[in-house]
């Protein structure tokens, strides 16, 4: 399994940016695609981004497409979610996430095998 810890969270105010990285260590970086997650209070974990292994192609929840993008660096373990026009409703623990098929852009979580600690995302009104 590979192990993940994710930081950058925080409380900004509506139309702020923040940059959320995830670093990865124990196995191969590149072997695994990469996706990012979310779960507000009371609801249920939701997708927000997946990248494969090479960084070339990526995949977005529609509520965060031309707002968010996702990247990796596999030189340094890390993949990371710029995250910008941030809205309240974007307020939630974001959890990075590793899928062991590198090409996929998959989209459920159960799919994917390691998971962070998640770090918090608060956005005011």
Known sequence: QVQLVE???GLVQAGGSL?????ASGRTFSNYA???FRQA???EREFVAVINWSGGT???ADSVKDRFTIARDNAKNTVYLQMHSLKPEDTAVYYCAAHRRPWTLDRVAQKFTSWGQGTQVTVSS
Do not use: I, N, V
Not at 19 to 23: F, P, T, V, Y
């Open 58 to 60: 990526q995949y977005y």
């Open 41 to 43: 209070p009371g609801k």
């Open 7 to 9: 930081s950058g969270g």
């Open 34 to 36: 990469m996706g990012w």
């Open 19 to 23: 940059r959320l990285s995830c670093a």
